[in-house]
């Protein structure tokens, strides 16, 4: 059963990222929003663990944090992440 975990915040200020990592399946992907897309800064432990993993990216999110979406991963907008929530066959938000 796939799921997309959905994590909005900070991998340098909480656990969230690391914990949803821990549980993630083959047929998983994540979706980075809010303070979460701080895992792409460059030379990070965070974006280290995110190889080899589906990764969608919140497009505003990086925007407003002027950080640009990286090759390996697919940024998308509100109507695109309703449909991720649709594709997948249960969604987990890691509050």
Not at 59 to 86: G, H, K, M, T
């Amino acid at each position: 059963m796939s799921t997309l975990h959905v994590v909005s915040h900070s991998p340098f200020s909480d656990i969230r990222l690391s914990s949803c990592l821990r549980v993630f399946g083959s047929d998983d992907a994540l979706l980075l929003c809010g303070d979460a897309v701080y895992a792409l800064q460059l030379q990070g432990p965070a974006l280290t663990a995110l190889t080899g993993k589906t990764v969608f990216i919140l497009e505003e999110d990086l925007q407003a944090r002027n950080l640009e979406c990286p090759p390996w991963a697919a940024c998308v907008d509100y109507p695109a992440f309703v449909e991720l929530s649709i594709r997948y066959d249960k969604v987990n938000s890691w509050l």
